[in-house]
């Protein structure tokens, strides 16, 4: 089961990937929760989103790189596998690292900020 603490900072970093937003105090507030293993898994993890996030919105380069992936589920099944902690959120949240806003998006903020999408 995934750590509470880490599936929230996990959960802004990816919002703030997909959304193009920049961290906000949401965002500092959650890693100052972390102890010291937890951002070590943090900053790990983030750098794998960040890679994920930019095969699927980089530009392709014809006969080199074509990037016909939409989404984290199929980056994990067709390009590199992915960790479970990001799938995870992928599934719950249905987080695509593409810039669009889902249902499953506005529910899993509420649920684990406490606020309105």
């Known amino acids: 089961m995934l750590n509470k603490k880490l599936e929230r900072i996990l959960f802004y970093e990816i919002r703030n990937k997909q959304l193009a937003q920049l961290p906000n105090s949401d965002f500092f507030e959650a890693f100052k929760e ?8 943090y900053y790990l993890l983030s750098k794998e989103i960040h890679q ?4 699927i919105n980089g530009p392709a380069i014809k006969n080199i790189f074509d990037n016909k992936i939409n989404s984290i589920e199929e980056y994990h ?3 590199c596998p992915v960790s479970e902690e990001i799938l995870h959120l992928a599934e719950w949240t249905n987080f695509t690292l593409e810039k669009e806003i889902s249902q499953e998006f506005k529910e899993a903020f ?5 606020q309105d999408y």
């Open 34 to 41: 972390l102890d010291e293993d937890l951002k070590e898994r």
């Open 52 to 55: 994920i996030w930019t095969y």
């Open 77 to 79: 099944q067709k390009i």
């Open 110 to 114: 509420k649920k684990i900020t406490g």
